[in-house]
């Protein structure tokens, strides 16, 4: 039933795919395949982006706070994070379906995002500078979850893609955060982008707390597999494959994915008026259920808000009963990623939590 379902779920193109499931990590089968299938060595991924923190796959992570000092990049090359809130571009209309950055202005015409070409034009000039003539693959997330629910902005994606197909390369999409329904307007990242990758790999809400995890690719990539013999101990439990049936039946059975619409875009309204209120606030972003709310100490400069500020905010919300997740490159990022089944009374409840929160705990 797992495999009817995830062929139904994932939409990869009409060829035939193949289903790989395993426990967990699925750091080895992604880049592996990658560079087998083409035979090449070289992989591009973005600063800020998380994508494990095994010696395989340490070097496609780039946030500094999570690396450790050990040999890890391994021919993993970044290019530079199309952040359209901290970085060189960005305009007031660079997102797709969510709140927009509030100090900066656009003059892009309708359906065009000039922060967009340069961001694929700073990686254009990696590939052409840091790497062969052909690479094996470019990995990315929709939304970077530990970077902070950070969004690129629309268009980037496919145009990364193109930009690494040029070059010989395949397409992974990483949907541990994004996928399974809860950005709302789509099942999968991928979707959301309007692309199709070669590779997606997928956990966390899989099997709902169940250890497991799934890459998807076309039968033509994973045949590169069989030159060697590979396992993975406990890949296809029954019991988490029962777990991951149920996730499934349950989220169509109840309609989550429409649901985490419409509560995501409720609560992305009321972390704007916190956003309007406190001046600490310097950022609201996200789709659906996946949602970031970065502080700063002054929002000009972008200058992040004191460690000991955000620390003392997020342990008053906890006192009070809300639990928060913290993200980005400096830990000023709360990422508000409740569960799918969320109601509109959890979040008036979360909401006037932080409320108070800020207000005993903005700069004097």
């Known amino acids: 039933g797992i495999f009817v379902n995830f062929r139904m779920h994932v939409n990869i193109g009409r060829v035939p795919k193949l289903v790989l499931l395993i426990n967990d990590r699925f750091d080895y089968f992604r880049m592996a395949m990658a560079r087998l299938y083409t035979g090449s060595y070289d992989i591009v991924s973005l600063r800020n982006a998380y994508h ?13 706070t999570w690396l450790h000092q050990m040999p890890h990049r391994n021919g993993v090359i970044q290019s530079m994070n199309a952040d359209v809130y901290r970085g060189p571009w960005g305009g007031s209309n660079c997102r797709e379906d969510s709140s927009q950055v509030i100090d900066r202005k656009c003059d892009c015409a309708a359906g065009q995002c000039k922060a967009s070409d340069m961001y694929a034009g700073q990686l254009e000039d990696v590939l052409k500078h840091c790497t062969p003539k052909k690479v094996a693959g470019f ?17 980037f994606v496919s145009k990364a893609f193109e930009l690494i197909r040029a070059k010989g390369g395949v397409c992974i999409l990483d949907e541990v955060q994004t996928g399974f329904g809860r950005l709302g307007s789509h099942f999968w990242g991928f979707e959301a982008a309007g692309c199709q990758p070669d590779i997606v790999v997928m956990a966390k809400s899989i099997a709902n707390g169940f250890p497991m995890g799934a890459v998807v690719t076309r039968r033509e990539i994973a045949n590169c597999l069989t030159g060697a013999l590979h396992v993975n101990t406990f890949g296809g439990n029954p019991m988490s494959c029962a777990a991951g049936k149920a996730v499934l039946e349950v989220m169509e059975e109840e309609n989550l994915q429409s649901h985490a619409l419409e509560i995501g875009r409720y609560t992305l309204k009321r972390m704007e008026e916190l956003r309007d209120k406190y001046p600490i606030i310097g950022d609201v972003r996200g789709r659906g259920l996946m949602l970031g709310l970065e502080l700063v100490g002054d929002r000009e400069s972008r200058t992040p808000l004191d460690p000991a500020i955000v620390a003392n905010i997020f342990e008053d919300c906890k006192d009070m009963g809300v639990l928060l997740g913290k993200g980005g490159l400096y830990g000023t990022v709360f990422r508000i990623k409740p569960p799918l089944c969320v109601t509109k009374e959890d979040i008036d409840f979360t909401m006037a939590v932080m409320d108070v ?8």
């Open 52 to 64: 494990g923190l095994s010696a395989f796959t340490m070097g496609a992570t780039s946030v500094g």
């Open 139 to 155: 990995i990315i997330e929709y939304i970077q979850g530990v970077g902070g629910c950070m969004q690129l902005p629309r268009g």
């Open 357 to 364: 929160a800020f207000a005993r705990h903005r700069p004097k």
